[in-house]
Every structure is written in structure tokens, then in C-alpha cells.
């Protein structure tokens, strides 16, 4: 069973920077994704095992992810006060989850695949 340990997050004021971390290694869509207080999970970043990369519209520019043989990472800057959520790591994903523009089944992806989550909080 996969166990994927997150790190790096904590309180930054807006405009400012943090470097999520994962420890975890896979062949195939690694990704990171946020769930705001209330809202429903949503996809930020993913990278496919050729290192192609993604992002949702609302981070592109700000939000960096990169891997290297044992952890996948997340540069956060120019953070804003929505980026304020519980940030958690998936791997192994599907090919569908290495392209933010769809619509991809979130709910899908089995627990196993899903880190403990680490907390973003961005103050104005």
C-alpha cells in the first residue's frame, strides 16, 4: 500500500512562498490537488512520468510542480488568501488526471493513492 507523506505547509502572507513537498515515487500522473474549507476537492497541478506538466487556470504562473526520483513538490508563490486549503499529493493516477483542463472523476482515485494532506493558509 502506497503511504505518501506530505510537507511544507503552513501560514504565509499574500504574495509570499511556500514549498509543498511529497515523498513518493511513481511511473505513471503524479499530482497535487486542495480541498477548501466547505468546497469539493479540486485538481492544482499534475505531471506525467515524460515530466509534462499542468496546472488549473487560477495557479498557472504562481505554481511550479517538479519531481525528482523520490518526492514530487509543489513551488507555491504569489500566494493569494484563496489559495487557503488542505493540499494533498495523489500518484498513480490515470493518464485523464495529467490534464487540469478535464473535468477528471477526483472521487475516483482509491484512498491508497491520496497523502494525509498538509494546510495552506494565506492571510491578506
Known amino acids: 500500500e502506497v503511504q505518501l507523506v506530505e510537507s511544507g505547509g503552513g501560514s504565509a502572507q499574500a504574495g509570499g512562498s511556500l514549498r509543498l513537498s511529497c515523498e513518493a515515487s511513481?511511473?505513471?500522473?503524479m499530482a497535487w490537488f486542495r480541498q477548501a474549507s466547505g468546497k469539493e476537492r479540486e485538481g492544482v497541478a499534475a505531471i506525467g512520468n515524460d515530466g509534462s506538466t499542468s496546472y488549473v487556470d487560477s495557479v498557472k504562473g504562481r505554481f511550479t510542480i517538479s519531481k525528482d526520483s523520490n518526492s514530487l513538490y509543489l513551488q507555491m508563490n504569489d500566494l493569494k488568501p484563496e489559495d487557503t486549503a488542505e493540499y494533498y499529493c495523489?500518484?498513480?493516477?490515470?493518464?485523464?488526471?495529467?490534464?487540469?483542463?478535464?473535468?477528471?472523476?477526483?472521487?475516483?482515485?482509491?484512498?491508497?493513492?491520496w497523502g494525509q494532506g498538509t494546510q495552506v493558509t494565506v492571510s491578506s
Open positions: 495523489a500518484v498513480d493516477l490515470p493518464s485523464m488526471f495529467c490534464d487540469m483542463s478535464q473535468a477528471a472523476p477526483i472521487k475516483s482515485i482509491p484512498p491508497r493513492r
Open positions: 511513481s511511473r505513471f500522473c
